[in-house]
């Protein structure tokens, strides 16, 4: 079996991530316990501070896993997408799609599970803030390259959109988290898109 040598044995790195994924994705940072983490992984604690390092560790490395898997989207539409308007289309409705999975707790991993921390956590808190940062940072280079290219209107302010952009994301996370369902989310993407391509000129 590939995967991390731990307490004489070697066990699946890919499956305990998934396994630990979705106990922080559940609970929080701050709400998961080593002793919940190791139940649910099906290894020892010595196990997982050999692999990790510590529990901040195996967050880091659970909110990689996440990024590679179930939040992959987002890395997918800026990958595939040249235009910024069609960006904006996908990610809005792909969010939709991802965050009511009902294979999933519910919103975005990265989003919730550490809106409020102890001072413990501070510094997983400041990894979450700079990723989703780093996202609105993205939003606003791709429309302002399309604004500079003459694709988008003159004068658009890609830094006021990218800001729009990721407060409808984060709350459809949030709203995610509290029940609603993929049609709900999916109205909510296209109410805001409706918005979003009048800025765009694309009416």
Aim: hydrophobic share 45%; glycine share 12%; aromatic share 8%.
């Amino acid at each position: 079996m590939a995967g991390v040598r731990g307490q004489g044995r070697k066990f699946d790195l890919e499956d305990i991530l998934e396994k630990a994924m979705f106990v922080f994705w559940r609970h929080g940072y701050d709400g998961t316990s080593v002793s919940t983490l190791t139940r649910e992984m099906g290894i020892g604690a010595p196990s997982l501070y050999a692999a990790f390092g510590s529990k901040e560790g195996l967050f880091l490395a659970v909110v990689e896993h996440y990024n590679n898997g179930w939040g992959g989207f987002m890395q997918r539409v800026f990958e595939e997408e040249e235009r910024a308007s069609d960006l904006i289309h996908r990610l809005l409705h792909e969010a939709a799609d991802a965050y009511a999975h009902v294979d999933c707790p519910g919103g975005c991993l990265i989003i919730s599970s550490a809106t409020r921390v102890s001072d413990a956590g501070q510094q997983v808190a400041d990894r979450l803030r700079e990723l989703r940062n780093a996202n609105i940072d993205r939003l606003e280079a791709r429309i302002g390259a399309d604004v500079d290219a003459g694709i988008l209107p003159a004068g658009l302010d890609a830094r006021a959109v990218a800001e729009f952009l990721g407060a409808v994301v984060q709350g459809m996370s949030h709203r995610a988290r509290d029940g609603a369902t993929v049609a709900t989310l999916r109205t909510v993407a296209g109410m805001a898109w409706d918005s979003v391509r009048v800025l765009l000129g694309e009416t």
